[in-house]
């Protein structure tokens, strides 16, 4: 660990993360900011990258390997307090920052603390505006997102500053794209329904037996046979549904950069790959084959110019996003990202005393909901009996609550089937395990 004393006239800035999506997001932003120190905090949790995913996540940045830091979340103040970092950019789902906020809360001098979502956040969800609600900032990536969230934070009564900021691993790709590969995006719970995944398959199957003479690869972030977890829980597994396919339908680990290297197009239904895609030039097709909706996460896309049909996956017909939708989704004009502008006032007013702490309240239902949340993040890192005896009681009744959400769910404006608007101001109705290899409804969380 590096003391302060030995960095002068360079903002300190430690990025806390834990789960895939978030480790890339937070090693992209932080080596983005200029004239800085970077560091990454590696918080054990049951999603926590392996190393693997680690050096994938930080490919293309500049963060070197002795800048990365794995440790137990009760570490987490003891070593904030002996780095004394300038800004905590804290990148996890809502409960994890809910979590290491409590930590932060703890630390004297306290660091001005970032957060944000790891790419595509469109609609703009109820639960992730709540959980970051005491951070000094939230990143957004587009004027379109902007205006989401701040239309989300008034009507959900929050006080949200926002800070437009360049996707950060977005760029130009230093040579252009000459490749042959048609690249799958794929993601672990966009389509959910097992009969979509099927036919989700059966696409890329087609699609392979079109042309022998060219790859399909299926981008994917884990291996769960080697213990590798990603930020959400895949129930139909693609591999699986994959285990008869020809030969030049292929599995691939590797960082999205690289894939993309080689490709000829990019096929998703809503993956963040497809504005890492558009941003090195290659063209994409969002799948619009199961619909066009909030809990697909693809309404985003809709007057792009880039959705397409299972037909033109298979006959690779891409497509290149119009000008006008690249402005307002993720291609604004990089001197309108002023997020670092934004930190940087943030700082200065730490420093003089005029920016007061944000502190976590303390959970409604006292001791025992405080446990609730420490294990529904930490899982089986979190070794308490008071975690344990929370999560016998609280997850049969989570678990009902988003059953009952799933069916009784509010609609009308603002609703998760309101596809004409760009938030949702009611829960989120899904949920994703806490203990990965157990594949019980009973260990759940809210999703952001």
Known sequence: ?????????????????????????????????????????????????????????????????????????????????HDRPDVVVVAGRGPFVRLVMRQIDRVSPRPVVVSGLPGISIPAQRGAALYRRQCDLMIV???????????????????????????????????????????????????????DRVA??????????ADPSRRVVVKLRSRPDQGETETHFERTELTELLRDRPENLVFSYEPMGVALARAEGLVTVSS???????????????????????SLLNTVFVGSGVQGSAEDVVARRFRVANERWLRNNYFHDPAESTWWADVEELV??????????????????????????????????????????????????????????????????GSWSDAATDITVTPARYQDPIVRRVRSPLAAVVMD
Request: no cysteine; aromatic share 6%.
């Open 348 to 413: 200065a007013a730490r420093r003089r005393g005029d920016l007061p702490a944000r502190p976590v309240p303390s959970p409604r239902g006292g001791l025992l909901h405080e446990a609730w949340q420490r294990k529904a993040v930490l899982g089986s890192e979190d070794r308490s009996a008071a975690g344990a005896f929370a999560m016998a009681i609280g997850a049969p009744l989570v678990w009902a609550i988003l059953r009952a959400r799933r069916i009784f769910g509010r609609r009308g404006a």
């Open 200 to 209: 989700l398959a059966g696409i890329l199957r087609a699609a392979a037996h």
């Open 141 to 195: 990536h587009s004027r379109r997102e902007r205006r989401a969230f701040s239309d989300l934070a008034d009507r959900l009564g929050l006080s949200l500053r926002l800070g437009l900021a360049t996707l950060p691993f977005a760029r130009p790709a230093p040579v252009p794209s000459a490749g042959t590969d048609l690249v799958f995006a794929a993601q672990a719970i966009v389509p959910q329904e097992a009969a």
């Open 1 to 81: 660990m590096t003391p302060r004393g030995d960095r002068p006239g360079r903002m300190r800035v430690v990025a806390i993360a834990d789960a895939d999506s978030f480790v890339k997001w937070a090693a992209a932003l932080i080596d983005s900011a200029p004239a800085v120190s970077p560091h990454l905090l590696l918080v054990k949790t049951p999603l926590v990258v392996s190393v693997a995913q680690e050096h994938a996540a930080l490919s293309g940045t500049g963060i070197r390997p002795e800048a990365v830091t794995r440790l137990g979340y009760e570490g987490l103040a003891d070593w904030l307090m």
């Open 272 to 294: 963040t790959a497809a504005i890492e895609a558009m941003a090195r030039g290659v063209p994409v097709i969002a799948l619009d084959t199961f619909g066009v909706s909030k």
